[in-house]
């Protein structure tokens, strides 16, 4: 479980070669990967959506929640952000989120929100009531949200029914959006064309989904178009998820000879995610990967159409600075 920081002190780090990392600002560094990689996708599809998840200490300057200084360039950059167990799953699934976590992430948000940005909650809780709650709370915060009742994001939860806040409206902007779908592993479902049949089945207004089927196949196109076809005739935003803080195991990018030879920016393996590297993300090497080139992962995903990419792992700057 990804959980937000609070008390953020060391300014230097041992790297896992054993060097000392510059006396840099690891939020800078985030900020400015993310600033470069939306100049980029926007330069290519001016509408394109950009949602970095959690790491909502970025928005203000020094990262404090008193903090009377807005990191403008930041937020002109984004489009929204993606904040994980808001109000459920912070400690456990199912569990509510302390009012003191909620509140201090809230505190952030809410000048997110208040500059432009949509903001997408993600809370993992299964029962009924709960799930409820999580939406009417959500809702009155001016929050759009997904009440996820499988952490492994795997699933198109069969409550509510009908979703919450479904409607039949075009969805071609993010502001419009009052619901979404978080879908990035597709394990359970045996071809694309029953993933996008199981999709085109629902009525959300937003998708979030990966780029790659469980076969390591991407998705086209012509079936992002389809997957943005609602059951009721509406249609919906298609996002695609990206991690830019750790490096993956499975994904196409990686090389069998990191197993035993690293590249100087490839760091430890998350002890918590198997097959998850943390990464030196400021490196130009790591960066190229991501994006500002045709071979880049974030190509990618444009040249698939899809309407906006979602961020993971934007506070990995903890990791460096704890």
């Not at 590297?277 to 990618?300: E, F, H, P, R, T």
Request: glycine share 6%; with cysteine; aromatic share 14%.
């Amino acid at each position: 479980m990804r959980k937000s920081g609070r008390f953020i002190l060391v300014a230097l780090v041992v790297s896992s070669c054993g060097k000392v990392e510059d006396d840099r600002n690891f939020k800078q560094d985030m900020r400015a990967f993310v600033i470069g990689l939306s100049e980029y996708s926007k330069g290519i599809h001016p509408n394109f959506i950009v949602i970095p998840q959690n790491g909502i200490e970025l928005v203000t300057e020094t990262g404090d929640e008193d903090a009377d200084a807005l990191a403008a360039p930041y937020l002109h950059a984004i489009d929204g952000h993606g904040q994980e167990d808001l109000f459920y799953g912070y400690t456990a699934d199912n569990v509510a989120t302390p009012s003191a976590d909620s509140e201090y992430l809230q505190l952030f948000l809410d000048r997110s929100n208040a500059a432009g940005n949509r903001v997408l909650v993600i809370d993992y809780c299964s029962t009924p009531n709960k799930m409820d709650n999580s939406y009417a709370v959500n809702h009155a915060a001016g929050y759009i949200s997904f009440a996820a009742d499988q952490r492994e994001l795997n699933n198109i939860p069969s409550y509510p029914s009908p979703i919450y806040a479904e409607n039949n409206a075009v969805v071609t902007i993010l502001a419009d959006a009052q619901n979404f779908l978080y879908l990035i592993n597709p394990d359970q479902f045996s071809t694309k064309p029953a993933f996008i049949s199981a999709v085109t089945a629902t009525n959300y207004d937003l998708l979030v989904m990966d780029l790659f089927f469980q076969d390591g196949t991407e998705f086209t196109a012509t079936e992002i178009a389809q997957l943005r076809q609602k059951a009721n005739g509406g249609s919906r935003l298609v996002i695609c998820y990206m991690s830019i803080g750790e490096a993956e195991d499975y994904r196409y990018y990686w090389q069998n000879a990191w197993n035993t030879n690293k590249p100087s920016w490839l760091r430890n393996e998350n002890p918590d995610w198997a097959g998850n590297y943390k990464v030196a993300y400021w490196d130009a090497s790591w960066q190229q990967l991501i994006y500002g080139n045709n071979s880049s992962y974030l190509k990618k995903i444009l040249d698939a159409n899809f309407d906006g990419v979602y961020l993971d792992i934007i506070d990995a700057y903890e990791y460096f600075e704890e």
